[in-house]
């Protein structure tokens, strides 16, 4: 298949972050050396992609956007967990949240620096977001109809990533991440941005019966469109509501247009099933 190529698209070319010193950028499946079907800039080394490929090209997103930044990735697993960075005495740490319910708990333990400097990445651990207030460090959330979204503070100069697919979604990671900001770094509402990025929408995401009956069960009927005795899910509803039910106006949000699966120009498991990841890489910068 011949793909047309198109560019990334960056903070630079966002109306709520250009202007900020959060710098994100959001890959596409173009200028990477991996070969069909993961071509060609897959940057997942889970995906049975060769692991030297998937290096290269993510060291090129470093090399380009972030030179001499560590990169912090994780293990996702479609949970609400979320790990929160900090330094202590020149030890890096992370503090491990989980949501169950309206309660979130937390275990801390520290990150070992690797040795491998030619890559400078870290893999965290077990989970689907970070939050970091750190500019030394920069975020990534790989997917391929999942949604990558961004939460940006200015007052408090924080943000975080997170991979949120359906489990996610539904497990609420995006109400953890707010909840953390509001408790952990006393972030107010009305100073949150938030970018979500390329995921399958609703023309695409068809779910079976008893999924959409579990799922109208518990959230309503409103996000479960029903044609011709199928099922398809909008996960985008699902998120603008949850981000609405804090007080944040829908001013403060920016969607990204496109469908994962409708637009080839991204990696898609239900379009292709073997396939890439792309991804949303985000750091704090040291000027506007």
């Known amino acids: 298949m011949k793909y047309i190529q198109k560019d990334f698209f960056t903070s630079k070319d966002s109306k709520l972050f250009c202007s900020t010193k959060l710098h994100f950028v959001l890959t596409n499946r173009y200028h990477g050396v991996s070969k069909s079907p993961y071509n060609s800039l897959n940057l997942a080394y889970h995906v049975n992609d060769k692991l030297e490929s998937a290096r290269i090209n993510r060291s090129y997103i470093m090399q380009k956007y972030y030179k001499n930044k560590t990169l912090l990735y994780l293990n996702q697993i479609h949970s609400n967990t979320i790990f929160a960075i900090q330094e202590n005495k020149g030890i ?11 309660i979130t708990t937390a ?5 070992l620096m690797q040795d491998d400097s030619q890559y400078n990445e870290i893999l965290v651990g077990d989970g689907d977001g970070i939050i970091c207030n750190k500019s030394d ?11 990558p979204i961004l939460i940006y503070a200015k007052p408090q100069n924080v943000f975080a ?15 953890h991440a707010l909840m953390l900001f509001i408790h ?53 509803g699902l998120l603008c509501d949850e981000i609405l039910s804090f007080g944040i106006e829908l001013s403060q949000v920016e969607i990204s247009p496109s469908c994962s699966c409708c637009d080839e120009s991204y990696f898609s498991y239900r379009r292709e099933k073997i396939t890439g990841r792309f991804a949303l890489f985000a750091s704090l910068c040291d000027e506007v």
């Open 161 to 175: 990533v997170l991979h949120a697919g359906r489990q996610g979604v539904c497990s609420k990671i995006l109400t």
């Open 184 to 236: 952990d770094y006393n972030v107010k509402m009305q100073d949150i941005c938030i970018f979500i990025g390329t995921s399958i929408r609703k023309c695409c995401y068809e779910i079976d019966n008893n999924l959409a009956f579990q799922l109208m069960q518990e959230f309503g009927e409103k996000y479960i469109a029903c044609e011709n005795e199928r099922y398809k899910l909008d996960m985008i």
């Open 137 to 147: 460090f920069v975020l990534m959330s790989m997917v391929a109809d999942c949604n």
């Open 92 to 102: 890096l740490e992370a503090s491990q949240h989980n949501l169950k319910g309206n």
């Open 107 to 111: 275990t801390k333990h520290s990150i």
